[in-house]
């Protein structure tokens, strides 16, 4: 099938623009939830879809159907992926930033930076469930989830961290390999420590 997408192999920084749709539906797709599970609904809503996906679900919208379709694919959070799917129309996915993702209703810090990490070469970092986790392994008092209002200190603590444990390494490299650690409930630590 053409909408297949593989949230254990996000890094991709030579995707199209349908590619590119199709990797921010995951993004948006995946917050709070299982990423297998969303990426299998998400192949379930394109399942009729021939076109660029955010563009072809904008149109089923239009057509007053995008809740119906949201509900058929059992992906959950109906109201908040209307509103991101609504708000991402007139986006410019491959050259949007932080702050313009992050003014879509139903996009946080952690989805605009997961997106990005992941199409581009920045230096931001995804304060997930796992990250988190992993930090408080060297830092006392890390809340979770990160309010927004603090989110760009921490996001400088994680990477200053990652910088000083993983000397050299890509920032997605240690992201995705604290993410599968983190499914595993292994502690992930750098070779030196080991």
Known sequence: MKWVVD????????RDGEQLQLFWLLCIAVCGKNADMQARCLQNLLQDCSAYPLD??????????????????????YTRLMGAIRGSQGIVLAHAGVEDLERIPGVGPKTAR?????????????????VIRWLQQWFEGVPYPVPRKKY??????????????????????????IWTQGRRSITVLPKALI
């Not at 949230?7 to 030579?14: E, G, I, M, T």
């Open 7 to 14: 949230p254990s192999r996000p890094l991709n920084r030579s």
């Open 56 to 77: 072809w679900l904008l149109a089923e919208d239009r057509q007053g159907k995008l809740e119906s379709r949201l509900r058929a694919s059992r992906i959950g959070q």
């Open 114 to 130: 997961f997106f990005l990490l992941y199409t581009r070469n920045v230096r931001v970092a995804v304060l997930d469930r796992h």
């Open 152 to 177: 760009r200190q921490w996001e400088d603590i994680v990477l200053w961290t990652m910088e000083q444990l993983f000397p050299g390494r890509m920032v997605e490299d240690v992201d995705l390999e």
